[in-house]
């Protein structure tokens, strides 16, 4: 999400001539983009600022201004507070005001101290403008154009007992379909094949329809109506939540082959206890049974998850009931944490708060059979062959990435044997989707190598089917 709007930040800037620059020394404007979901990740951001408090005075004794702003939920939470331990920022603003960062950025080079973290009453993409350059949308993090991302829903209405979101995102709000169809639309013509839809619950997606009937659309007839755009090849989503996995959306799992076979399915815990004090909606069998459903409407489907260890009152029975649902789900790829008291919420007052040791012990034991398991899907994955997006120079000279369906990293070299360049044949590569047969699995990529096959050269028509 966050990548997301960094791009969107830059198409706001852009009528204001501002353009993105790699090297922050020469900056007129840095802003950080902030995460507020745990504590360790809010406090790098003090020190980040450090860093760049001496690159604007620096900037200021050659006789230049730089500014310096600070966005997201991290700015949303603690604004004030920003201010008084870094005087030296120049904007603050939430995630949700960012479509106004041409007139605060204004002001603060008047030299107003700019702080906006109130949730306006209009919706943000109501305002913001309707293209995305290539520029704007590739740079930040990373993301190329021929993986692009979109926000579909934003905002939180379930009120996890340990989770921010409704307090730095707001509400849950689904854009309407026709403002989706319209940016796929541009981000397909700026080159993208892949689309990854983005929300806090990305499922919850309850959007006006666009054929002027003011229906809602749930998510699954969302991905319907993006399935039949042109010259889109891959979808993904995410982050999805148990208790919006409806039975639309799993058969749309198994009646769309450009949705990709890789589903984010957070569960935090495999302890009914936990789960009920967690306010998470749902049990340990119900998570079960949609994951028995997933699998029967698409066999091949690859799971991953959330987890959080040392919940307040979280006992070695509740610990082994996560390891014990791990065991039974299997999962392709896994996110795992110590919890994290974050102000606020209600988990931050609950008696009994687990040991830092006992929690940093159960959490190195979760990530050891989540790492086997990851290792496990990758090793099971050599002589295959997959369809990958390539859309990045790999990290040595000759070589390109890319994404498998199932989300892994894949590096293949390029060894021409008739000397052409190797360099312009990497970067041919971009953009397309070609299949790649397996040869060697790492605990976060694999490597391959290209079947021949000139076939393979049109991302828009290229099947999407896996050679198990």
């Known amino acids: 999400m966050n990548v997301y709007d960094s791009g969107r930040m830059a198409d706001v800037l852009a009528p204001a001539d501002y353009e993105l620059t790699e090297a ?128 579909v829903q934003e905002g939180c209405d379930k009120f996890c007992t340990f989770c921010v979101v409704p307090y730095t995102r707001g509400t849950e709000y689904s854009r309407p379909v026709s403002d989706i169809l319209d940016e796929a639309r541009t981000l397909i013509a700026a080159g993208a094949v892949e689309i990854t839809l983005l929300g806090q619950n990305v499922n919850a997606y309850h959007g006006i329809a666009s054929d002027g009937s003011n229906q809602e659309w749930g998510f699954g007839r969302l991905i319907r109506s993006l399935a039949e755009l042109k010259g889109l090849a891959r979808i993904r989503y995410t982050t999805s939540h148990p208790r919006d996995m409806d039975d639309d959306l799993i058969n749309a799992h198994r009646e769309i082959k450009t949705l990709m076979p890789y589903l984010h399915l957070p569960v935090q815990s495999g302890s009914d206890r936990i789960l009920t004090a967690m306010n998470r909606g749902y049990g340990v069998d119900e998570y079960f049974d949609i994951v028995a459903k997933l699998r029967d409407a698409l066999p091949d489907i690859a799971l991953s998850s959330d987890f959080i260890v040392g919940f307040p009152g979280e006992t070695d029975d509740d610990f082994k009931a996560t390891l014990d649902l791990v065991e039974k789900v299997g999962y392709a790829q896994a996110y795992s944490f110590k919890y994290s008291a974050r102000p606020g919420t209600p988990a931050a007052s609950l008696d009994d708060q687990v040991p830092e040791p006992v929690k940093a012990e159960r959490l190195a034991r979760l990530q050891k059979i989540l790492g086997d398991q990851s290792s496990a899907f990758n090793a099971a994955c050599v002589g295959k062959t997959f369809p990958v997006l390539f859309d990045r120079p790999g990290r040595y000279q000759g070589q390109v990435a890319g994404r498998s369906p199932y989300l892994q990293a894949v590096n293949v070299s390029v060894t021409p044997d008739d000397g052409s360049d190797v360099d312009r044949i990497v970067s041919d590569l971009f953009g397309t989707i070609r299949n790649v047969t397996i040869t060697e699995s790492r605990p976060n990529s694999l490597k391959g190598a290209l079947v021949d096959d000139p076939a393979n050269n049109n991302p828009a028509d290229h099947p999407l089917q896996v050679d198990a």
């Open 24 to 151: 922050p020394e020469g900056a007129d404007l840095i802003i950080l983009n902030t995460c507020h979901i745990r504590e360790k990740a809010a406090e790098k951001i003090y020190s980040e600022l450090g860093r760049l408090r001496a690159l604007k005075e620096n900037a200021q004794e050659a006789g230049r201004s730089m500014l310096i702003g600070v966005g997201g939920c991290v700015a949303q939470a603690e604004g004030e507070e920003m201010v008084r331990r870094a005087p030296y920022v120049d904007l603050v603003f939430g995630p949700q005001t960012y479509h106004r960062l041409g007139d605060m950025v204004t002001r603060a080079a008047a030299g107003t101290r700019v702080v906006e973290t109130e949730f306006p009453e209009e919706p943000k993409f109501d305002s913001l403008p309707v293209t995305r350059s290539k520029e704007s949308g590739s740079k930040p993090g990373n993301q190329g154009t021929s993986a692009a991302f979109l926000s």
